[in-house]
């Protein structure tokens, strides 16, 4: 049995804990192995693993808010694989929150998949890849320890990896996955040299071991154990200067966008920062760091969700944009903020994402916004998902992300960072005007489909390369072979997991209020460390009349560029010469892809050039050219040695006998 | 110490003619008289035993295989004959070097202070006697039990070299002893994968 | 026994350096041979009297095992001879030269 100290002293149980976690990889296992057989089955296998672990996750209730031994929650010890290194799981408040999300929205994900993957070739395939996700994403956040955490961080990037890419016959879709898993990768070496980093100190890798050592470690050390896992967090969590792989990885299916990068695995790096929160909590350089990367992301993510065309990359930057303001929240110490900002977050962004799902299935993969408009009337309920989507993100009062981002903007002045803060505001305004051009653009005016799309001032109208600096531009098409199938799968399928979210997504931010009383707060009020609150000038309830007077302003704009009768009746003029006049900088996205192809790829190019072309050649092969040679010329000049004759060989050894006896003579018998 | 000039003074004489007689045959015949001078040396050093082994196993064994081949040898076409010598200039450094490592010995050994006196109360008898140093029973004692382990890895040797011998010399030997034999093999091996037609 | 351990030596020393001018100056495989056996005898002799000076039998046990090891480089050498005879029609040292790099 394990050290309860490693589980923050953890020592409740929950035992089907181990089933609600390997349920999804028999689903997968099970889908993969048996998929032509199973058909059309296998989205509903898949689903039935999700809702079961799903089941399970809300059973655990009890368990993972449990109070035993002083601490919340459960743990189950799986195996030890190094004395002293053990390996378990953990289900406390915080991956309880998560898991919950995983699972829950996981499943009317997978289930809207079934309608919406409908008639494509690798059905089964897709779903082993789900399910294998959800196990992924369940491993990271129920691991008990760092290692564990890491598996769980390897495997989600490889679902990911395999889900962008899964439509691997466009060109795009397999650079945008590769591109997704070198970035993440190189995440994956930041965690594991943070791992190295606190092995070398703790000598353990389990949560409670760290945290407890985090008191005694020295501030330096804890400064760049926390970057080191910032920089996983970051590449996961599409942080500036890691995000570029996100608005490409939006050439996967939509249910992908919504479950994987949007609502679960992209929100990873909060969760790491929040499960971490003793280490950062210890050390402010940390959390100015983080907070300031955050808050950057947040407005850099926003400012980028002005310029896009594609519906998903607009999405795309306004979930990078969130999580901006998550990684904020949990950076500057507003824990609780931060997590419920992902938790609001994961249930309006999936509905968001499967909104524009079904305007992309019924517009036979149509991703690009100008060719839509005035689907007001065609797709009612989508309008109805996207529009109280778009309340909810920007913060409508009333509407669950007003709760949350205003806990994670006032937990920045609270925390004293009064300069995130307004940043925090801003971006609020900016969101507000970026998604009310999604909404306007896309439902109101007329039906643009049948427009020339060069009048639309489509540059590229067939693809946008993932390496195109102008994937601004770009509206991926998905394949041919599922774009016009015989029948739809029917249409309440899809329906129906949005029509759920709706209720959250609208409803679940009352959990928040009250601020830092609220039942919100309460649930976590022993998983974070507290720190002394400073008490700002300004006022929450101020707070947020600033922001929705942001808001509001955000709002106006857009309905005064894309909402007025005049700016929809002239939608097609419009459109095309903001597409044409549009700045270089935001065009190709503040360059931050050519300036990473620059540092980081061309270098390296360089470095690989000069080694393979100089240093392997001359030195390396070089080194054993020369051996060689070497070796063959001693060879020439000893052979002289061998004449043959066996007495000259003698004639050698009675000289060295000689020797010896001279030596003994001179120097042993005297 | 009369006997010991005699005998060395019959060893050094026998030694020289060993490596100076024009045929192999007197050589065996002069190393024969040296092995027969060394043996009663050793006796003289109580080590009877080696004293007999010195002549079953010397002169018994291996010089009569040293006849052996003289006459194996001699009966074929051109019997040892010897060819021009390829190393004339060896000699003046051969003989040199010689004389300067007899001369370090030398020095060594007449310059040698130690004296080695044996142990007070030692079992030194009349060679001959039971139960004195150097008696048989006392060195079967000591090879038996003390230095069992080289006696039995010895006996690995002989059997090595049995087999070696048997290798090297035997009629159907498979082994390649010299180029002409090797080309030898090699052809008929070449022409043996030919016929096979591989 | 008045006889110094050093006499020995000498006569030791003797044999062997006969033996080295044996290998060194002849040609004949054979006399090469007992010339090596000459030597393999003076370090014997070298044995068995230092022996009976420490009133050790390790020497004359060394010795006996000499005696076996000589046993058998006489034997192969001996083969050598007869196959290289066998091939070259030749014993003559001199001219095999099978060693030449």
Known sequence: ???????????????????????????????????????????????????????????????????????????????????????????????LL??????????????????????????????????????????????????????????????????????????????????????????DVGIMFAIFLIVANVHSTAFGDAFAASGTLSSGLLFAICVALFIGAAAKSAQIPLHT????????????????????????????????????????????????????????????????????????????????????????????????????HAFFKAQLFLGAGIIIHNLANEQDVRRMGGLIKRMPFAFVAILTGVLSICGTPGFSGFFSKDRVIYGALQHGHPWLYAVGILTAGITAYYMFRLLFITFWGEYRGSVDPSDLGIRHPELSGVVDPDAGAGHAKEPADRAHHAEHAPAWIMSVPVGILIVPTVLIGWLMFGGDTSPWNGFF???????????????????????????????????????????????????????????????????????????????????????????????????????????????????SLETGLVRAYALVLALGAACFIAYYALAVAR | MTLFWVLAAILIASAIWTITANKAVYSVVALLLNFAALAVTYLTLSAEFMAVIQIIVYSGAILM?????????????????????????AVAPAIFIVLVAFGFLAYAVLGATAVVAPAAGANLGTVGTAGVFGSVADFGKALFTVHLLPFEITALILMVAVIGVVLLAGDQAPYVATRRHAERVEREMREAILREGR | MAVAISNYVGLSAVMFFIGVAGVLLRRNPLVM??????????????????????????????????ITVAAAEAAIGLAIVVATFRDEKNVDVDQVRLLKG
Request: proline letters at 3%.
């Open chain 1, 1 to 95: 049995m394990m050290a309860t100290h490693h589980v923050m002293g953890v020592t409740g149980a929950y035992p089907m804990l181990v089933t609600l976690w390997l349920l999804p990889l028999a689903g997968a296992v099970l889908c993969w192995a048996f998929g032509p057989q199973l058909r059309g089955l296998a989205g509903w296998l898949a689903s039935g693993a999700i809702a079961a672990s799903f089941v399970l996750t809300v059973a655990s209730w009890a368990s993972g808010t449990q109070s035993a031994g002083g601490a919340l929650g459960a743990h189950q010890y799986l195996f030890s694989w190094m004395p002293g290194f053990d390996f378990g799981l953990l289900l406390d408040p915080l991956s």
């Open chain 1, 98 to 187: 998560w898991t919950l999300i995983i699972t829950g929205v996981g499943f009317l994900i997978h289930f809207y998949s079934i309608g919406y993957m409908h008639g494509d070739r690798a059905f089964a395939r897709f779903f082993a890849y789900m399910n294998f996700f959800v196990f992924a994403m369940l491993t990271l956040v129920l691991s008990d320890n760092f290692a564990g955490l890491l598996v769980g961080w390897g495997l989600v990037g490889l679902a990911s990896y395999f889900l962008i890419g899964f439509w691997f016959e466009r060109r795009t879709a397999v650079a945008a996955a590769r591109k997704a898993f070198v970035i993440n990768v190189a995440g």
């Open chain 1, 245 to 344: 792989w996100l608005p490409d990885a939006m050439e996967g299916p939509t249910p992908v966008s919504a479950l994987i990068h949007a609502a679960t695995m992209v929100t990873a790096g909060v969760y790491l920062i929040a499960r971490c929160a003793p280490l950062w909590s210890a050390n402010s350089d940390a959390q100015l760091l983080v907070g300031t990367i955050g808050g950057l992301t947040a407005l850099v993510g926003a400012i980028l969700g002005c310029v896009q065309w594609d519906i998903k990359r607009i999405l795309a930057y306004s979930t990078m944009s969130q999580i901006g303001y998550m990684i904020m929240g949990v950076g500057v110490g507003a824990y609780e903020g931060g997590v419920a900002h992902f938790f609001t």
């Open chain 1, 525 to 639: 009020a022993s998983s974070f460390p507290s720190a002394a609150l400073a008490t700002p000038a300004i006022s929450e309830l101020a707070t947020s009349g600033v922001v929705l007077l942001l808001v509001i302003g955000g709002f106006g704009i857009a309905w005064w560029r894309y909402g007025t009768r005049e700016a929809a009746a002239n939608a097609v003029e419009r459109l095309r010469n903001e597409s044409v006049r549009m700045p270089a900088i935001l065009t190709h996205l503040f360059y931050i892809d050519a300036a990473i192809d620059l540092i980081c790829v061309r270098t390296s190019q360089l470095l690989g050039q000069f080694f393979g072309r100089l240093v392997d050649p001359l030195v390396v092969d070089g080194t054993v050219r020369e051996a060689a040679f070497g070796a063959r010329w001693l060879g020439v000049l000893v052979q």
């Open chain 2, 65 to 89: 295989l040293f006849v052996f081949v003289i006459a194996l040898l001699s009966s074929g076409v051109a019997p040892l004959s010897v060819g021009p010598n390829r190393l004339p200039k």
């Open chain 3, 33 to 66: 041979l007992m010339s090596i056996e000459l030597m393999f005898n003076s370090a014997n002799l070298l044995f068995i009297a230092f022996a009976r000076a420490w009133v050790a039998n390790a020497g004359q046990i060394f010795a006996f095992l000499i």
